[in-house]
């Protein structure tokens, strides 16, 4: 299974910015995905997750109204739209994948994509 994520790069605060992540060699509709991200000198941490049909979707506090998480069962692919965006969003995120709704450890990672919010 790999997981291919896209769309990072620079913009000012205030800003949006969607990150994509494309699926190979898997059933996508089998697996839960999640945005993580790590910022410079901090842990992964969780920020948003979406079920296998898309019904249900989990996020971070610190997000909540200004991200939005969906996915392409098609495309085999999931969105992070990002808006209202501000420098400490700052880091690289990473799509994962799992069987398991929210699941603690994630079963398969992408390599991530570097956004950059300046101030």
């Known amino acids: 299974v790999q997981l291919q994520a896209s769309g990072g790069g620079l913009v000012q605060a205030g800003g949006s910015l969607r990150v994509s992540c494309l699926v190979s060699g898997a059933t996508f509709s089998s697996y839960c995905m999640g945005w993580f991200r790590q910022a410079p000198g901090k842990e992964r941490e969780f920020v948003a997750a979406?079920?296998?049909?898309?019904?249900?979707?989990y996020y971070l506090d610190s997000v909540k109204g200004r991200f939005t998480i969906s996915r392409d069962n098609v495309k085999n692919t999931v969105y992070l739209r990002m808006s209202s965006l501000k420098p400490e969003d700052t880091a690289v995120y990473f799509c994962a994948a799992d069987e398991v709704w929210l699941a603690t450890s994630q079963e398969y990672w992408g390599k991530g994509t570097q956004v950059t919010v300046s101030s």
């Open positions: 979406i079920s296998w049909s898309g019904e249900s979707t």
